[in-house]
């Protein structure tokens, strides 16, 4: 009998009616407590990887493993330390750095839950998903959604280390993974197909247009995510340039700017369950503390600072990861212009009318310890 039994030693009906109720698969809810909480109880806590660290290892394991051992990827999964182990770093996201050597194929697959990139240094690998080649940067957010298929492919001469976001959690607790993997590569020298990539995917050339454009007749995205499946680094770095030189813009007034990933044929966020943003601080930022329902990763892109999360502070550099918990506090100090990659599930809670967010008050959230 697996279901918790109550006892009532000095009541001998009442201890029955346990018994029976506990054989019955039943727990009395005057009994129970913790169920409602007066504020979000994250098992996940914060915490920081390190980028030098994540490099060296990446490193190290591509010198040891090959890339076919475990699901045909090379991937270091994050693994938040209030999660009993589990290979996820928030009880909804899944974030890890995937390493892929010289010369090196991650062979095609497809699951359910949905997947992003973003390159943290370096060039030259590229995607394909679902038939379209991405080109990948440094700075750039590659986009493999739900059931698509995807392969990864490095025919240069040097490693490639990148970000990777996942839905993957969330999907296993709704109890909704499929897994598919794709043929096996063919015998023989590299077909056309894996020896190169075009300067643009097909995505990038029908919606990446830019300044409102769409074309004509595929105004609308045929699916729930979004059809331009690269977003390039030197565009979302000039959109945040232009936050800080327009009067009444978010960066004009406040040191610090950001911009959201979307969907260029409706607005919506890139993907139903993750929302992508690129923040952009600089020195002398102020604001006060906030915490939102639902977590956040972040990586640290360019620049050097500190992050104080629940009071705790971490100083972050170029290749850091960042958990942010449910309703943790965050506050962002730039030591020298400092751009942060975030991803969250902020779509999720909104869709279910879950999302909250306020100003923290509480000072030993807001300011670390002396």
Known sequence: MATRQFDAPDDPALNGLYRDLAESDLQPLWELSGLLTPTPRARAVPYR??????????????????????????????????????????????????YLGPRETAPAHRHTPAALRFVLEGE???????????HMAAGDLILTPSWTWHEHHNPGDTSM???????????????AVFFEPGPPPEPGPPSAASSGTPARSASERCFGAGAGLLPGERTAASSAHSPLLR???DETDRALRNLFTVPGAEGFA??????????????RDVMPT????????????TAPAVRRTGSTLAAVFYGAGRVVLGGTPYDIAPGDLIAVPSWTSVTVLAEEPLDLF????????????LYREEAATDPAEITPAP
């Open 49 to 98: 990887w390190r980028g030098k660290e994540l490099r060296e290892l990446g490193g190290r394991a591509g010198d040891l493993v090959p890339v076919d051992r475990g699901g045909d990827r090379r991937v270091l999964s994050l693994s938040n330390p209030g999660l009993d182990g589990a290979p996820y770093a928030t009880a909804t996201l899944w974030g890890a750095v995937q």
């Open 161 to 175: 280390t990148w970000f990777d976001a996942l839905d993957l959690p969330l999907v296993e607790a709704l109890e």
């Open 342 to 353: 975030t991803v969250s599930d902020a779509p999720v809670l909104e869709a279910l009318g």
């Open 254 to 267: 406040t040191r610090h700017a950001h911009v959201r990933f979307v969907d260029p044929t409706n607005g």
């Open 274 to 285: 993750m929302r992508c943003e690129m923040h952009r601080y600089l020195p002398g930022h």
């Open 231 to 233: 977003y390039r680094w």
């Open 124 to 134: 030259g690998v590229w995607t394909l998903v679902d038939g379209d080649h991405l």
